[in-house]
């Protein structure tokens, strides 16, 4: 059950309310509207008046519910009328009017609008015009002349309606913690659906100032690469003339005076606003660390390794800068990979930014790497591989993503920790995806017959429980190509193999082969060590790990 808060104001705030209410809606979407409750249940009901001008009882009902306000003169507040939609979920029962009326009175009173017993609280209607939702209209003047009393009101009427989800069997929404982006409106998505958008204004801004986030170093590149995909900027200028804000719209999105719709970035989302996106381009400014030369695959997917650790190991900042520096990489993702997993990568990318965000403060620099190797991943996506970086980096952010859902629970997060399961579908599938092709050309290429006996005597000696399952998997010849291309670049099979093995468990993988063939593929590309340390290494026994807590979950499995 969602409710939602819209304060109105101006002399004819109430009159235009009760109007649109029994109105027939912006898409003529309005069926029966009626009243379900008031707050002296007696009050003039334009949808059933059947012997009446329906614009006359408006007017009445306008009229009535002013009253106190209009008793107030100038002295009556800025904002006079409080709206509050409240919709079931699509799969929830058909509720009655009577229960919608009681759970009317149950927002009312928890907003303290008309708390339980007042007689002279707010006046306020609930209006039915559909079988999935109602409308609440209070004016904000109590009938004593006083006004409400409706402190933190939008976190008392999430609180309520999620007792009224347990209380009458409804979908259960996680509670949040305030950080969520706003949502659209029911406005916008008429609006995006008649110009033949498959999502809002709202959302394809969000994503394309997030991308131009992620993919720019510097401030003047951030609003240059908006420029490139048609986003119009309009900036806050302060006194001094140093902007201290900015505004964002979309090509052809325009109001009914023609005029272009912005959206302050604080509204597309809290991390969207000037000051905080000039925070998150100050840790990728070159100044500060610049990195090694490489190959920028190797350096994503060995900082994306390292974001287990964080969450387990680091402060709680570093682990949301870490967090937030992830769900960077995902919103560039899709820009370079291949146009059968770029639907499936942008859906991973949506769903973990409600992951990105909560009420500790991140700390971006700790995640500079990442953010700098994805960019260069961005600025020349052909350049690199052939399609094994992207599966191994995928590889290792569905561990990240099972970290951070385990991080998110234990500091009850709960919409993010949701978020996080739900990115987690959407990259098994992208994962599944790019693999096959990989894997085949991997196989493709196996070693001799003997050169896998002798990898194969390995395994069996060091994980004699998966040997079995790993020697008869379809990945084995793909596992097999890749120690021999490790052992014909100067590393010790043996070595690479133990290596791979201790760095997590196989128990809870899906295809401990392939789990093995992207650990060995990324620790034989490093550069191979002398005789000397090859010596040191193979004395070394490597501690075979234990199951993390994030990992009980089925999600992680591939």
């Excluded at 004016?139 to 609180?159: K, M, P």
């Excluded at 950080?179 to 033949?196: D, M, V």
């Excluded at 003047?220 to 048609?230: C, P, R, S, V």
């Excluded at 999105?253 to 005029?259: A, M, P, S, V």
């Amino acid at each position: 059950m969602i409710p939602k808060i819209i304060l109105g104001k101006g002399p004819n705030a109430t009159r235009r309310t009760i109007g649109y209410l029994f109105g027939k809606g912006r898409a003529n979407e309005h069926v029966d509207p009626h009243l379900v409750a008031s707050w002296n249940d007696f009050a003039p009901d334009p949808g059933r008046s059947p012997h009446r001008d329906p614009k006359e009882v408006e007017a009445q009902l306008a009229a009535q519910l002013d009253q106190p306000v209009k008793m107030l003169g100038d002295k009556a507040p800025k904002y006079t009328v409080w709206h509050c939609p409240i919709r079931a979920a699509p799969e929830d029962p058909i509720l009655t009017d009577a229960q919608w009326a009681d759970i009317a009175r149950r927002i009312v009173a928890a907003a303290g609008i008309a708390p339980e017993g007042d007689e002279e609280a707010c006046r306020w209607v609930a209006v039915r015009h559909a079988d999935d939702h109602i409308h609440i209209a209070a004016t904000l003047v109590r009938q004593d002349g006083r006004r409400s009393q409706r402190d933190h009101d939008i976190r008392a009427v999430q609180r309520e309606a999620r007792q009224i989800e347990i209380d009458y069997g409804l979908r259960r929404l996680k509670p949040g913690d305030g950080t969520a982006a706003k949502h659209p409106t029911s406005k916008e998505h008429f609006k995006a659906k008649r110009l033949g958008q498959d999502a809002t204004s709202r959302e394809i801004l969000r994503m394309r100032v997030r991308r131009a986030m992620a993919a720019a170093s510097t401030e003047a590149e951030f609003f240059a690469l908006l420029e490139a995909t048609g986003v119009t900027v309009r900036l806050k200028l302060g006194p001094s003339g140093d902007a201290l804000g900015c505004n964002f719209a979309l090509p052809g999105d325009t109001n009914d005076k023609g005029e272009p719709v912005f959206y302050a970035g604080s509204t597309l989302a809290g991390d969207l606003s000037l000051p905080k996106i000039r925070q998150r381009l100050a840790t990728t400014a070159p100044e500060p660390v610049a990195i090694r030369p490489g190959n920028p695959w190797h350096q994503a997917i060995a900082a994306t390794e390292r974001i287990p650790h964080h969450l387990t190991h680091s402060n709680d900042q570093v682990a949301q800068g870490q967090l937030a520096a992830l769900g960077a990489a995902f919103d560039l993702l899709p820009l370079t990979a291949p146009a059968t997993v770029q639907a499936e990568l942008e859906r991973a990318a949506v769903a973990f930014e409600r992951a990105t965000r909560s009420r500790i403060a991140a700390d971006h620099a700790s995640a500079r790497v990442l953010r700098r190797s994805v960019q260069a991943i961005w600025k020349d996506p052909a350049g690199h591989g052939d399609g094994a970086g992207l599966a191994m980096l995928l590889d290792v952010a569905l561990t990240a993503v099972a970290y951070a859902m385990h991080w998110h629970r234990t500091r009850q997060h709960v919409q993010q920790q949701a978020a996080a399961e739900q990115t987690l579908i959407h990259l098994q599938t992208a994962y599944a995806q790019i693999t096959g092709p990989v894997l085949a050309d991997l196989a493709s290429r196996a070693p001799t017959p003997q050169t896998k006996r002798r990898y194969a005597h390995h395994l069996q000696q060091a994980i004699p429980e998966h040997a079995d399952r790993i020697l008869t998997d379809p990945t084995w010849d793909a596992l097999a190509t890749v120690l021999a291309e490790a052992e014909a670049t100067g590393h010790n099979p043996t070595t690479v193999l133990d290596r791979a093995l201790s760095q997590r468990t196989l128990d809870d993988a899906h295809s401990p082969a392939r789990a093995l063939t992207w650990r060995v593929r990324r620790l034989g590309e490093r550069h191979a060590p002398g005789p000397r340390a090859q010596a040191a290494s193979a004395r070394q026994v490597p501690e075979r790990p234990a199951v993390p807590p994030s990992q009980e979950h089925q999600g992680r499995r591939r």
